[in-house]
């Protein structure tokens, strides 16, 4: 099973890593990361770097996709495989637009449904394609495409994935391998759990515009 | 303030990538990946790499060494510096029991005290240097080191620090910025939440001797 988790400049390091540590502890999983040419590959804050071990045009049929979904396109401002396109034409922008397409267009099997970083405004833009936002939930499964929340939400999802593929007996057995038992010191993770002030704050000094 | 994340071959990405999400959103924090040279890493997986972006020879006096204490030796069995010598010799092994030794060093000011993934061997090892296992504990503070329980605990390690450093809203903060809701889709993170035979069996299948 080809897992690809892609990379380009600007990524969130925790976005693709959180899901390899879990992913690659999946039976006869063969994980590569790939971007737009094979070597390091710049992460969102300018400092970490993770290598593409394949390119792009090396990858034909993945079986899984992990990537941001992110309304900010790749700096590097060329199109390359979205995390979405297992089953479609090989290059795409993977701006969040795409992403969005993409879901409307298998909507008549599954109706379109996404999440994503509270920060994706998804809901004007889902409902240019008749999609439906579920901006609160952690996880969200509509035919082949799976979407999660922001940034630490991959653990998250890759769990529930791999129960997905291999069972729960085997995700609980990862969970346990990376001892995921979660104890946040506090419990401002979520929109929802603080106020529109504090949130407002974070925006402006914290999330990449 | 400089944070030197330490990188060996064979180190976990998690450990690494889980502190350098949070710490990195601290407000003058001057973050470096540090190996025995710099370039790539290659991580326990054998797959993905981090790139070194400093040697250990060109860290002398950072604030906070965020790393990995496991009591396999780094793979390239060089000296390096371990993640709990900032204000000792520049060179040291990283194994478990030199971090032991170190926090034996100084029980007199602070009881010896620390926790880390439930596979390291460490209630006969304290025992050894008269230290106290606190193995249930998720984050162990004792003087100038902080030890986290196994894996993805390093980021509820690192928004403790942040916290500890620049006060409980910027914590929250950077909480909310990597959208730290975790919801696992399963209860087996710790081997307490498991039955002694389904740890048997992880161990066996998933943790590396």
């Known amino acids: 099973m080809q897992i690809a988790i892609v990379l380009y400049p600007g990524f969130t390091a925790l976005d693709a890593v959180g899901p390899?540590?879990?992913?690659?502890l999946m039976p006869d999983a063969e994980v590569c990361f790939v971007g737009h040419e094979v070597g390091p590959v710049l992460a969102d804050s300018g400092i970490l770097s993770i290598t593409a071990t394949k390119s792009f045009d090396e990858?034909?049929?993945?079986?899984?996709?992990?990537?941001?979904l992110n309304r900010h396109r790749d700096r590097d401002e060329r199109p390359h495989?979205?995390?979405?396109a297992q089953a479609g034409s090989r290059h795409h922008h993977m701006d969040y637009l795409s992403v969005?397409?993409?879901?409307?267009?298998r909507r008549r099997r599954h109706p379109a449904r996404t999440t994503g970083h509270y920060t994706l405004d998804d809901a004007v833009a889902l409902a240019d394609v008749g999609a439906q936002s579920r901006p609160d939930d952690?996880?969200?499964?509509?035919?082949?495409?799976?979407?999660?929340?922001?940034?630490s939400s991959g653990i998250d999802f890759a769990l529930w994935l791999a129960?997905?593929?291999?069972?729960?007996?085997r995700a609980r057995m990862i969970q346990l391998a990376?001892?995921?038992?979660?104890?946040?010191?506090?419990?401002?993770g979520h929109p929802s759990k603080v106020s529109?002030?504090?949130?407002?704050?974070?925006?402006?000094q914290m999330v990449p515009k």
């Open 20 to 24: 390899y540590e879990v992913l690659h």
């Open 163 to 169: 129960a997905e593929i291999h069972g729960h007996e």
């Open 138 to 151: 952690r996880i969200v499964h509509a035919g082949k495409v799976v979407t999660a929340a922001g940034v």
């Open 100 to 105: 969005h397409r993409r879901l409307d267009s």
């Open 59 to 68: 990858i034909t049929a993945p079986d899984i996709v992990p990537g941001e």
């Open 81 to 84: 495989t979205p995390a979405v």
């Open 178 to 188: 990376i001892e995921y038992d979660p104890r946040p010191p506090f419990d401002s």
């Open 196 to 204: 529109a002030e504090f949130l407002e704050q974070t925006l402006a």
